[in-house]
C-alpha cells in the first residue's frame, strides 16, 4: 500500500498533486453529515474501514460536517444534535469528536473540502471548521491531511520507468449547487460543467445526495499524431450518508416531497501502463455492506 504513493504535493490552496507508481486505489466520498443523528455511522465506518483494507486515499468533497445545531441557525432541532455534542462549545464538540472518530483512517485520508455546510459556519461564526479540523486532526495524529477548497483539482501523475515514460489522470472536484431536481437529479448541472471546463479527466460533485457516473465522450484533436481522437470525460456524483427519508412519516426531506436518496460513495481504482498511452479509470458504486 505504501508503495502506491510516493509523494503528495500541495501546489496551491485547491490544487494538490499525488505521485503514484502504476495503481492507485481510492475512496472518493461526500456528504457524511457525520454530526447528525441521521448519519448511518455504522454504514460510513464499515466503507472506511473496508477502505483501509483495500489500501485507498480517501477524499472527502464537501458536507463531512452537518453542523446545523447552532443557535444561530434556523434549521436546528432538539432532536438532530447528539448528545455528546450538545454543549455550550458546540462547534468545538464536533470537531474534537470528529478528529478522534476518525484516527483509524490517518494514513488514508487524503483531502477534505469545503461543502455548503461548512461555509456556512465560516459565514455566520467567522471560524474554518475544515482548517480547523484538519490542523488538529494532524497535530494529534501525526498525519499528512490537506484542507482543500469547495472546488479543487488533484492530479495523478505515474512514473513508469526511469527514464521519464509518465501518465496523469486529473480529478476536478466540486462539492456542487442547487437543488439537484426530482427529474434531472443533478445531471443537467454536469452538462453546464462540461460546457465550460476543459482537461479534466473526471469532474466530481456531491451536494445532491444522488448516485451515479456518466461517460461523455468529447472530440480531440491530437496534433502530434495528427489525429482526430474521442477522450472520456467522467462525470460522477457521490451520494450521502445522512438518511432522511426512512419510512416517509415525516420532516424536512419529506414535507419538501423529495424521494429516497441511495446511501454511499464511489470506489476508483487508477491503472497506469506503458501499452496504454491514457491511464485506465475503473469506477465501482460503495453501497453494500461489506463482511
Not at 9 to 37: E, G
Not at 59 to 85: A, W
Not at 98 to 106: H, I, S, T
Not at 206 to 219: A, C, M, R, S, T
Amino acid at each position: 500500500y505504501m508503495q502506491m504513493v510516493k509523494e503528495t504535493k500541495r501546489i496551491s490552496r485547491n490544487i494538490h498533486a499525488v505521485y503514484c507508481d502504476k495503481q492507485i486505489n481510492l475512496l472518493l466520498m461526500s456528504d457524511l453529515h457525520w454530526d447528525n443523528p441521521k448519519c448511518d455511522r455504522e454504514l460510513l465506518k464499515n466503507h472506511l474501514d473496508e477502505a483501509v483494507k483495500r489500501g485507498c486515499k480517501i477524499v472527502l468533497n464537501g458536507d463531512t460536517f452537518c453542523m446545523m445545531q447552532g443557535k444561530y441557525d434556523p434549521r436546528r432541532s432538539k432532536k438532530d444534535i447528539r448528545p455528546e455534542h450538545n454543549k455550550a462549545n458546540y462547534i468545538d464538540a464536533v470537531i474534537q469528536d470528529a478528529v478522534e472518530w476518525f484516527a483509524p483512517y490517518k494514513d488514508h485520508i487524503l483531502l477534505v473540502g469545503y461543502g455548503n455546510h461548512e461555509t456556512a459556519i465560516l459565514k455566520a461564526l467567522e471560524t474554518d471548521p475544515i482548517q480547523r479540523f484538519v490542523d488538529l486532526f494532524n497535530t494529534t495524529h501525526g498525519a499528512n491531511v490537506y484542507a482543500g477548497g469547495y472546488g479543487g483539482v488533484v492530479d495523478f501523475k505515474f512514473n513508469l520507468t526511469d527514464n521519464g515514460h509518465r501518465r496523469k489522470w486529473t480529478l476536478r472536484y466540486f462539492h456542487g449547487f442547487g437543488g439537484g431536481g426530482a427529474v434531472t437529479k443533478g445531471v443537467i448541472q454536469d452538462q453546464r460543467f462540461m460546457a465550460s471546463m476543459e482537461g479534466y479527466d473526471c469532474i466530481w460533485q456531491g451536494h445532491v445526495h444522488e448516485l451515479y457516473h456518466h461517460i461523455n465522450p468529447v472530440e480531440v484533436y491530437d496534433s502530434h499524431q495528427k489525429k482526430i481522437k474521442a477522450r472520456n470525460v467522467h462525470q460522477i456524483r457521490t451520494s450521502t450518508y445522512k438518511e432522511e427519508y426512512e419510512d416517509g412519516f415525516g420532516g424536512f426531506h419529506i414535507e419538501r416531497g423529495r424521494p429516497p436518496k441511495p446511501l454511499g460513495s464511489m470506489w476508483l481504482t487508477l491503472t497506469a501502463n506503458l501499452r496504454e498511452t491514457e491511464v485506465t479509470p475503473e469506477f465501482t458504486f460503495c453501497q453494500q455492506f461489506y463482511v
